[in-house]
């Protein structure tokens, strides 16, 4: 491939992940697919979901009910996803032969100390986790759109690496909580108002000023990335 065509695909894939594409299926599209319904009570303790899918939308939400739930949307009957909570772990495993787009909707209770370990291949991800209890998170997306929305963090840190290879990540976090920014990639553009540069990192007012921290590593070779303070 030519110097000129190289460039011209670069700019090309620039210019799609630019903005932040929604992916979504109205309620007509998903009565048509298969729904895969499953709850779990949730026990004392700290408790973990792995995810991993193919491609597709994922929607993560805190709930007021005592158990953890999910969700499902297929196309194909035979290709149920594997679910399974054992020992405080919630995991879902979905196949990555189905060729159509898939709908994952789940719920985590809220003030329940949670891990989360995403591996999508391409998709939309929405995670609203402003009442979760976090405590560690793990995305790693090879294409898509990421949109994280984190609350107030009382008493303990939290940990994050999002690593979004190509595409739109959008990230909002507490504006009294303090958060540090590490990023790693080449070709990306990112916007943080309100931050600073501190040694290597990015970091906000609150930073050492706060009961907790928010550490943010985003790894990102081709896209932009949004930090804003809510």
């Known amino acids: 491939m030519s110097l000129k065509r190289l460039l011209l695909v670069l700019i090309a894939i620039m210019f799609l992940v630019s903005c932040d594409i929604e992916i979504k ?17 949730q026990e004392t303790g700290k408790k973990k979901v792995e995810l991993k899918l193919d ?19 297929r196309y194909n009957q035979a290709d149920s996803a594997e679910v399974n909570f054992a020992d405080g772990v919630f ?18 209770p809220n003030g329940k ?13 929405k995670l609203n986790l402003q009442d979760v209890d976090l405590r560690k998170l793990d995305i790693f997306c090879a294409v898509g759109s990421v949109n994280l929305v984190l609350g107030e963090m009382i008493n303990d840190d939290v940990f994050i690496t999002l690593h ?6 959008k990230v909002s976090v507490p504006s009294k909580t303090g958060v540090q920014i590490a990023t790693t990639g080449s070709m990306f553009r990112l916007a943080a108002p309100g931050f600073f540069e501190k040694g290597d ?3 906000n007012e609150k930073f050492g000023n706060s009961l907790s921290t928010i ?16």
Do not use: H
Not at 26 to 36: N, P, R
Not at 56 to 73: P, R
Not at 164 to 169: F, K
């Open 55 to 73: 491609k597709g939308i994922l929607n993560i939400t805190g709930s007021d009910q005592d158990s953890l739930s999910a969700v499902l949307y």
């Open 215 to 230: 550490y943010l590593d985003i790894i990102c070779e081709t896209g932009n990335v949004e930090i804003e303070q809510n």
């Open 164 to 169: 979004n290879s190509v595409g739109y990540t």
């Open 25 to 41: 299926l109205d309620e007509a599209e998903l009565d048509k697919m298969v729904k895969q319904t499953v709850a779990f009570e």
């Open 91 to 108: 995991s879902l495993k979905a196949p990555d032969r189905e060729k159509n787009l898939r709908q994952w909707n789940i719920s985590i």
């Open 113 to 125: 100390s949670t891990d989360i370990k995403i591996e999508c291949n391409s998709g939309d991800l």
């Open 201 to 203: 990192a990015l970091v």
